[in-house]
């Protein structure tokens, strides 16, 4: 809702636009060449061949990692939404964390997540670095600026874009209830 994905759609496509000596939409842009762009974006399941969802992430995931070079440019979108939390969370980390120190790899890479707890890495990993869209809140309301400015994101808006999306209030008021129980909960162990 924030822009995340089409921020990422875009630096895609100006990279592969600029490869080819074509303009692309920028004052200026020092974007350097790029032997291919590499992409995991969108959720879908390939039923034809019997796969979910999450092995299309994955098979999608592999190939990036086995043909992708250090002059290559790979965008990820939520890598490891389509499986539990925790299993999710340790697959992207472990992808970022395999990019950042393969001696093939270590190139351009656009991760956005949801998993907050990956924004750590930027400290552990000297090629990381947090961005995130800005917001403007207020009357428990929030209004997407579409900038990317630096840092990790603070908060999390989902049960915003519920409410906007017109889920009921009695079950958004649930869910808030039930983020700070899992919020509490999390931050006790």
């Not at 496509?13 to 992409?39: E, K, N, W």
């Not at 670095?129 to 994101?153: C, S, T, Y």
């Amino acid at each position: 809702m924030a822009g995340k994905s089409t921020y990422l759609r875009q630096a895609a496509l100006i990279t592969l636009v600029a490869q080819t000596g074509s303009f692309v939409p920028a004052a200026s842009a020092s974007i350097g060449l790029c032997d291919r762009v590499f992409t995991r974006v969108g959720a879908h399941d390939d039923l034809s061949r019997g796969m979910s969802t999450f092995m299309v992430e994955m098979t999608e995931t592999a190939n990036i990692l086995n043909h992708a070079t250090r002059s290559s440019l790979v965008v990820f979108d939520e890598v490891g939404r389509g499986t539990s939390t925790y299993d999710g969370m340790s697959i992207a980390q472990a992808v970022v964390e395999y990019i950042h120190e393969s001696a093939r790899l270590g190139c351009r890479t656009l991760f956005a997540t949801h998993y907050h707890e990956l924004t750590d890495l930027e400290d552990q990993l000297p090629g990381v670095r947090n961005f995130n869209v800005a917001v403007k809140e207020w009357d428990n309301q929030v209004m997407f600026l579409h900038q990317i400015v630096p840092g990790a994101a603070d908060t999390r808006y989902g049960i915003q874009v519920a409410q906007r999306a017109g889920v009921t209030r009695s079950a958004n008021d649930r869910a808030r209830e039930g983020t700070q129980l899992l919020e509490s909960t999390h931050q006790a162990t």
